[in-house]
């Protein structure tokens, strides 16, 4: 239930395109009635219109995120503690924590490489990227971020793996690693590449990147805002 719950969220949510369509649909219902538009719909229309336009803003994106995308990509080998697996989060910018995990086993050789994601095309991307098969091990029962956790600790523990390298996507990570926390897992993040690099992050003319970014932050929010609600983050 939690799952489908946070798959529709996610589809239908502030900045998203199905957002927009059911907003205008509910300023423009009177129409349907050969009804005049009440005051109150255009008011509604003009509110959605310029939310819209404001999210769309690179400037207004990169603004947005700034708060939830202050951890780094690991860069030194020293900064893991030994023995420490890389553990690769399904979610959001998936092609990014990939690359960035590929990037993290040729840094520090780690005798483990965990992959939480339902997706086998996970495991065949980095065996493709010449990770050893034999070096990867795949949970993939969990989909949101809470059951990855929940799922993770004991997999972590039948493997005898004490502590992890996080790797999530930036706007994701400050999320995950409170919900690590939260089980007990020791943890250091690696943040993958920059999202929507394709931005001119300073340019005051509407993006659709800057559009996906700011639907994609605000959901970051919420779910933040609901973890601490439920006590699912430290």
């Not at 999202?195 to 959901?219: C, D, F, I, K, Q």
């Amino acid at each position: 239930m939690l799952t489908m719950l946070a798959g529709i969220v996610k589809n239908v949510f502030p900045g998203s395109p199905a957002f927009l369509l059911a907003a205008l649909l509910l300023g423009l219902a009177p129409l349907a009635w050969r009804r005049p538009l009440p005051r109150a719909s255009a008011i509604w229309l003009v509110l959605v219109s310029g939310s819209y336009l404001a999210l769309s803003l690179p400037w207004v994106a990169t603004h947005l995120a700034e708060p939830i995308s202050r951890h780094d990509s690991i860069a030194r080998a020293s900064d893991v503690p030994d023995g420490a697996a890389v553990v690769l989060l399904d979610g959001d910018h998936l092609n990014s924590r990939v690359l960035e995990t590929i990037r993290l086993y040729a840094l520090l050789q780690p005798k483990w490489i965990v992959v939480s994601s339902f997706r086998q095309l996970v495991v065949e991307r980095l065996v493709q990227a010449g990770i050893p098969r034999d070096r990867i091990l795949r949970e993939g029962r969990s989909t949101t971020t809470r059951e990855q956790m929940l799922a993770l600790r004991p997999f972590l523990e039948a493997h005898q793996i004490g502590s992890i390298v996080l790797v999530a996507s930036p706007i994701h990570m400050r999320r995950a690693l409170g919900a690590c926390r939260a089980v007990g897992i020791r943890v250091v993040p690696s943040a993958s590449g920059p999202l929507h690099a394709e931005m001119r992050v300073r340019s005051l003319m509407p993006e659709l990147g800057a559009l996906r970014y700011s639907s994609e932050t605000l959901y970051e929010y919420l779910a933040e805002w609901q973890y601490r609600r439920q006590g699912w983050t430290a």
